[in-house]
């Protein structure tokens, strides 16, 4: 164990918070580490909707790239900002336990908007479909930046409240008390699952992060990233995905929205946990064939232009 694996994060503190606690499962095992933090072009370009950059795996690709030029060995990442389809020479080496899935609105202190006009600020496509399809009369604005960066902008502007993951905020202590569950709305494929990556030939580091492998969450991710994965082809739209397991059973909810949340196609699955493999498969084709294609087209078209 004389190796030391350098993780590669990036800088801002969920992402190296994350990294941390990797560092700290893998001492705890007796093996060395090192941090190495660097920036990514999703935390630089601010000023532009995430769709808009056109990038697959914005968050992603610069850890990627210094992994592949040998820089890193491994990279920690927020499970749900990672690409269905790795980079060649790359795998996932571990899923960590999930913690908690749920999107929570940030508000400042009064609810009143609810029962009438509000804005809500979200980066998210898949958010914002759904907080229209509730709440039609509201007005959704672009909210970039890392969960600091949001909760400061939050506080600095005229909006009502913004949608966080709850597992973010959590995570880095700055849950505040003026916030509500939005349990009616399906989180992101993977929301609150950290994923190891590692390169495919590096025996040593994959078979250290394996250790830190959670199968129940291993399989959950997967489901929700193949439901995911068949639905989109490459291309970012308002897509939610969450598999739990209970007593040998996993149960599946998947959505699909229109950007404006005016269309919603749901689908809603349970299977034996031996019948896991195909699940995320089955029910993504299941609403494309209800009418999602047609939707899917849309929605690429809309993107594009």
């Not at 800088?11 to 990797?22: F, G, I, K, N």
């Not at 009616?184 to 040593?204: H, I, K, L, S, Y």
């Not at 689908?267 to 009418?291: D, F």
Request: overall charge negative; glycine content about 8%.
């Amino acid at each position: 164990m004389n190796k030391t694996i350098r993780i590669g994060t990036r800088d801002s503190e969920l992402a190296l918070w994350q990294a941390h606690t990797v560092a700290k499962q893998l001492n705890d095992l007796g093996y060395q580490t090192e941090i190495v933090a660097v920036k990514s072009t999703g935390d630089i370009i601010l000023d532009k909707p995430l769709y808009e950059l056109g990038i697959t795996g914005i968050f992603t690709k610069t850890l990627d790239i210094a992994m592949i030029q040998g820089e890193v060995d491994i990279a920690v990442h927020s499970m749900k900002d990672v690409p269905t389809a790795l980079p060649n020479g790359i795998v996932q080496a571990a899923v960590l336990e999930r913690a908690n899935t749920v999107d929570i609105l940030v508000h400042k202190g009064n609810l009143d908007f609810l029962n009438g006009n509000g804005i809500i600020a979200t980066g998210s496509l898949r958010r914002k479909a759904q907080w229209l399809n509730k709440y039609p009369s509201h007005e959704v604005v672009d909210l970039r930046g890392n969960v600091n960066t949001r909760m400061q902008k939050l506080q600095d502007n005229n909006w009502n409240g913004a949608v966080f993951a709850a597992a973010g905020l959590e995570r880095i202590n700055l849950k505040p008390d003026t916030y509500i569950d939005l349990d009616w709305m399906t989180p992101a494929p993977a929301q609150g699952a950290m994923v190891v990556v590692a390169m495919e030939n590096d025996t040593f580091c994959r078979e250290a992060i394996a250790k830190l492998n959670h199968k129940e969450t291993e399989i959950c991710t997967y489901i929700e990233r193949q439901f995911l994965r068949e639905l989109e082809g490459g291309c970012t739209a308002p897509i939610g995905a969450l598999a739990t397991v209970s007593d040998n059973t996993i149960s599946f909810t998947g959505v699909l929205f229109s950007l404006d949340g005016k269309e919603k196609h749901e689908i809603q699955k349970s299977v034996p946990m031996e019948e896991y493999s195909e699940l995320g498969q089955k029910a993504a084709r299941e609403i494309l064939e209800n009418g999602g294609n047609d939707l899917m087209v849309q929605i690429r078209k809309t993107l594009q232009k």
